[in-house]
């Protein structure tokens, strides 16, 4: 699964996710596109777009993309805080669907 980690996300989180190839919007070089600009860049390069932006679903119409993305719900943005939502978001990405969204975490 070819993954991209928005930017509020933590680079470390890749680690949590072997056997994907995992990139960062920085690495990307694309921290200044706005949300929209950002999926539709990333609809060529990436099947799943992983952010902890919970307003994103409001923000965009996700069904026009064929890409997918999941939002990691967690009290901070830290990997500590992210790491125990790693085994729910492998399990989606097993059985993911573009143009879909789903949550993991409370």
């Not at 609809?43 to 777009?49: A, E, I, K, L």
């Not at 097993?94 to 789903?102: D, K, N």
Request: glycine share 4%.
């Amino acid at each position: 699964m070819r993954i991209l980690l928005d930017e509020s996300l933590p680079t470390e989180l890749r680690d949590e996710l072997p056997g994907h190839f995992v990139r960062s919007v920085q690495e990307m070089g694309w921290s200044a596109l706005r949300n929209g600009e950002l999926l539709r860049q990333a609809v060529d390069q990436f099947d799943v777009f992983v952010t902890a932006d919970q307003n994103l679903q409001y923000q965009q119409n996700l069904k026009t993309l064929p890409i997918a993305v999941a939002v990691l719900v967690a009290r901070s943005n830290r990997i500590q805080s992210l790491t125990p939502l790693v085994p729910g978001l492998l399990s989606a990405l097993a059985t993911l669907e573009p143009r879909t969204l789903f949550r993991i975490g409370t």
